[in-house]
């Protein structure tokens, strides 16, 4: 009797901590459906045409809706003219993107793909000079690509496979 007790109340108190989170988090998020403890709004998707589902929020919510997909929480943006206002008219305030935690031990918070902020323009800056410098862009770097191939089939054959 006393572990089904113990175990309703550790029940009860996951789920209240589950609602005060998602509750105390949403700060100036954009409309969205209520979701449920946890599993959020997974009841109120269709998972096989997640599309449509989508489409049929954005007319009850409007083109920026927030959902949550299990615990994570989602801004979608439905429709060509918001996103155009989000990647055009507002790049700066969408140009970050979310963790991803095995990327980031990794790759220690470096490389193109997965780098956040200022150290990602640090690296798309200096990506961007380094491949205009070897031609990109320009008939020459085909011409420069294939010479390179060639030294490495080179040195490849010297080690005799």
Known sequence: MNLA??????VCCVLLLSLWKQSSGKGN???????????GNIFQLD??????????????YGPVFT???GPQRT??????????????ERAEEFS???SFPVAEITNKGLGILFS???SWKEIRRFTLTTLRNLGMGKSSLEARVQEEAHHLV????KTNG
């Open 96 to 98: 970050a993107r979310g």
């Open 116 to 118: 956040n902020g200022k």
């Open 75 to 88: 801004v979608v943006l439905h429709g060509y003219e918001a996103v155009k206002e989000a990647l055009v």
């Open 5 to 10: 007790v113990v175990l309703v109340l550790c």
């Open 29 to 39: 998020l954009p409309p969205g459906p209520t979701p449920l403890p946890i599993i």
């Open 67 to 69: 959902v949550y997909l």
């Open 47 to 60: 998972v096989r045409n997640i599309t449509k589902s989508l489409s049929s929020l954005a007319k009850v």
């Open 154 to 157: 080179e040195e490849l054959r």
